[in-house]
């Protein structure tokens, strides 16, 4: 499975980004897919996660309530919606598919990752 993240960019502190994740493959509806991000000089993070049906989903305390996690099978695509951006959600994101669907928070799990697409906020 391949997975091409985008949508990254740069951005006002208070403003809005919506990330994708297209996959290579139609199967990939059947895997839990998360989203994690790697800020300049930290360690890679979790911050969202959704089932293969997309009716559960699971955020990192620092983004819930601002962040929405999405996806729509028909397309094999996964989306990261982020409103209210601040200056600490400037990192790297990075889509990554468990394809055992373990349901896991840990990197460790996901099997195949995208390449990255970086978010800056300004602030």
Do not use: H
């Not at 006002?12 to 990330?19: E, H, M, N, T």
């Not at 996959?23 to 000089?41: I, V």
């Not at 394809?99 to 195949?112: A, E, Q």
């Amino acid at each position: 499975v391949q997975l091409q993240a985008s949508g990254g960019g740069l951005v006002q502190a208070g403003g809005s980004l919506r990330l994708s994740c297209a996959a290579s493959r139609r199967t990939s509806n059947w895997f839990t897919m998360g989203w994690f991000r790697q800020a300049p000089g930290k360690e890679r993070e979790f911050v969202a996660a959704i089932s293969w049906s997309g009716t559960t989903t699971y955020y990192a305390d620092s983004v819930k309530g601002r962040f929405t996690i999405s996806r729509d099978n028909a397309k094999n695509t996964v989306y990261l919606q982020m409103n209210s951006l601040k200056s600490e959600d400037t990192a790297v994101y990075y889509c990554a598919a468990d394809t055992s669907s373990r349901w896991s928070m840990v990197g460790t799990s996901y099997d195949y990752w995208g390449q990255g697409t970086l978010v800056t906020v300004s602030s």
